[in-house]
């Protein structure tokens, strides 16, 4: 089937800025934040990504899907996007990993793509006026029915529908780490696992009695959607566990230490999405480039008076990438080490963790 024979499908911002082009994928209409990400591969990392709960995203890489989809690159049981928006998908792909193509993986789960638009017009309106509400359809809905309809874009509980419902185990040999999962990244996993660790995956709702019950050689905090500020459950089992168990937090975990520290965290215009962000070490000058999402960051000026030290800065427009607790064995980062989609530079991060948690474990730990 070529493209000039598929059925017509909108996208439609939240301020009327509307694009029409070609559907593919599932049918219907979805409503969600409509971000962008920069990457030129990765597209199944991205869409299995939690983070991406309730998004529409918007590839800027002008062909996609030339390498179909396969067991390997998916980051969690299933895709989490609302909607899928490229300029060009490829219709015959062909990659020896493939299983199948992008867009019968999209029509198994129920996403609705669009093709054939200015991808470019439509980054550029998202750097413009800021991350959107918008709505994804193949029906013939009028377009002030569809505005009306926007905050059926709006996923308050996105962290509480994405986590695990239960506790599961993944033993190992080494260091003993409860893993908080506010939208786990299979990655994350991955990355402990390689390093032997016997790992308890536990749901973003758990106490930090429930955590310190497994008796934890540390914690790690993944990823997850969303505005840090809406789980202050989070929050509060962070504050109770500093102090108690060394901790590594990523991305959402890295805001969540944050605000439990006394900082603050505020929504970015359009956030950074993509594998190709500098990231500057401050103590060492290292420069490492990394893959990121996110849409919140934390904000630099509210460290003063914290017991939080900035650590990494992203060299692009200078906002908080990495910290690290000045008295207690806790640091964290923006970005994504385990790289999933994206560059390997900060995979020894991991490390850096194993490091800590010996360290404590045998009463040399100084400082982070």
């Not at 918007?58 to 989490?80: A, W």
């Not at 899928?84 to 129920?110: C, G, I, M, W």
């Not at 993944?222 to 989070?234: I, K, M, T």
Request: contains cysteine; glycine residues 10%; aromatic residues 8%.
């Amino acid at each position: 089937m070529t493209m000039n024979r598929r059925a017509m499908a909108r996208l439609i911002l939240e301020n009327g800025l509307a694009f029409e082009g070609t559907h593919f994928g599932a049918e219907g209409t979805r409503f969600g934040e409509v971000v962008f990400n920069t990457g030129m591969t990765g597209y199944q990392e991205v869409l299995t990504d939690p983070s991406y709960f309730g998004q529409i995203v918007t590839m800027t890489y002008p062909l996609i899907g030339n390498y179909g989809v396969n067991v390997d690159d998916v980051e969690s049981r299933h895709p989490h996007v609302r909607g899928f928006v490229v300029k060009t998908f490829a219709e015959s792909p062909s990659h020896y990993k493939q299983t199948d193509s992008l867009e019968r993986y999209l029509q198994q789960h129920n996403i609705v793509g669009i093709a054939g638009i200015d991808t470019r017009e439509l980054t550029k309106a998202i750097r413009t006026v800021g991350a959107m509400r918008a709505v994804i359809t193949t029906e013939d809905a009028p377009v002030d029915e569809l505005l009306a309809r926007m905050p059926e874009a709006l996923v308050p509980d996105a962290v509480e529908r994405v986590t695990t419902q239960t506790v599961y185990r993944s033993p190992g040999p080494g260091h003993r780490v409860v893993l908080i999962d506010y939208g786990m990244k299979a990655g994350i996993l991955r990355s402990l696992l390689d390093r032997g660790c016997d790992v308890i995956v536990v749901p973003a709702t758990s106490t930090a009695a429930d955590v310190l019950s497994w008796h934890p050689h540390g914690v790690m905090l993944s990823n997850g959607p969303g505005n840090p500020e809406d789980v202050p459950f989070a929050i509060a089992t962070l504050r109770d566990l500093i102090g108690r168990v060394p901790i590594f937090g990523i991305c959402l975990g890295h805001q969540l230490i944050a605000l439990a520290c006394g900082a603050k965290t505020r929504k970015m215009k359009f956030g950074h999405r993509g594998a190709n962000h500098p990231v500057k070490d401050l103590r060492t000058g290292r420069v490492d480039i990394t893959s990121q999402n996110h849409g919140y960051m934390v904000d630099a000026d509210s460290l003063a008076g914290t017991p939080l030290q900035l650590t990494h800065v992203n060299l692009n427009d200078g906002t908080v990438e990495g910290l690290a607790h000045k008295q207690e064995p806790v640091f964290s980062v923006q970005y994504h080490p385990e790289s999933r989609p994206g560059p390997t530079d900060a995979r020894y991060l991991f490390d850096n963790f194993m490091d800590m948690i010996s360290q404590v474990r045998e009463g040399r730990f100084t400082h982070a």
